[in-house]
């Protein structure tokens, strides 16, 4: 989110921009600087919303941001990479049932468009209770730079703008659509050991598929994973090393045309 931003910042010239930008690389500069997403106060920034100007220093924090830029817009670009070594296929996450935000979605025109519920204390459900329309980009892997994404975050960003009236040119939009998909599912680890995977990002796969093994460091003993659903690859964990339970791969479910159908993150 901090490359997409300055590379965005640096193209943007204000003699040819209607309305206001307001860009913040970094909310929580504390764990910025310690590779956290927590604050100090080991709390979670995105479920402290709207905050509280008395509260922990996450809530400090949210208020602080509510106050001093939410307050002030009338649309939002909110970019997060995925955690724990997992790294996400470029994605919207949104209320696709909210038709301006979808619009907003659809000009910004990612790989796959995500209906998300809200989360309480996260900062898209803060501003969709002030009425300001929110997407949540999910895309890359936490503390890396990867092209592809960053190249689909700048671009998206700018057509959003341009959506918006904000800009007067915007990027060609990609050839192929994006899928709106409307509910996921997890893959998890039936045992403990070293995952290697058959498929990627982007890949799409039918149910029962084997899409990897788990295997004891000797190879000797292992279990075949597969796919619980026909859908599109999303997600997927890049440390090799797994525990019983573990979340491998994150599906985006198809219905029966094989158009996308979902997303609920936290199943």
């Known amino acids: 989110g901090v490359e997409i931003i300055r590379q965005v910042m640096r193209g943007i010239d204000p003699r040819r921009l209607s309305g206001t930008v307001l860009a913040v690389p970094v909310v929580n500069v504390p764990g910025f600087l ?8 080991r709390r979670d920034l995105n479920r402290s919303f709207p ?9 400090r924090l949210a208020h602080l941001f509510m106050s001093e830029i939410v307050a002030r817009c009338d649309a939002g670009l909110d970019l997060h990479t995925g955690s724990n070594h997992r790294e996400n296929l ?4 949104c209320n696709t049932d909210d038709e301006v935000t979808l619009a907003m979605a659809k000009a910004f025109a990612p790989p796959a468009i995500m209906h998300a519920r809200l989360r309480p204390g996260s900062l898209r459900a803060a501003c969709a209770k002030r ?18 994404p960053l190249e689909i975050g700048v671009l998206g960003v700018r057509r959003t703008l341009a959506h918006l009236g904000m800009l007067r040119d915007a990027p060609d ?27 990627d990002l982007g890949d799409r796969v039918a149910a029962g598929e084997r899409i990897g093994t788990v295997a004891d460091a000797h190879g000797h ?5 597969k796919s619980r659903a026909d859908g599109l690859v999303v997600g997927i964990t890049r440390n090799p090393l797994v525990n019983q339970g573990d979340a491998l791969v994150h599906l985006g479910e198809f219905d029966d045309t094989g158009r996308g159908i979902a997303v609920d993150p936290s199943s």
Do not use: C, H, K, N
């Not at 310690?34 to 106060?41: I, K, L, N, V, W």
């Not at 905050?51 to 809530?59: D, N, W, Y």
């Not at 009425?131 to 592809?148: D, N, S």
């Open 173 to 199: 939009p990609p050839r192929r659509r994006p899928l709106v998909i409307r509910s996921s599912t997890w893959v998890r680890a039936r045992r403990s050991g070293m995952v290697r995977f058959d498929v």
């Open 51 to 59: 905050g509280s100007p008395r509260g922990s220093l996450a809530s």
């Open 90 to 93: 470029p994605q919207i996450r």
């Open 221 to 225: 003993t292992r279990s075949m994973v």
């Open 131 to 148: 009425g300001i329309p929110v997407l949540l980009l999910e895309a890359g892997e936490a503390l890396r730079y990867a092209e592809a």
């Open 34 to 41: 310690a590779q956290s997403r927590y604050t100090p106060d």
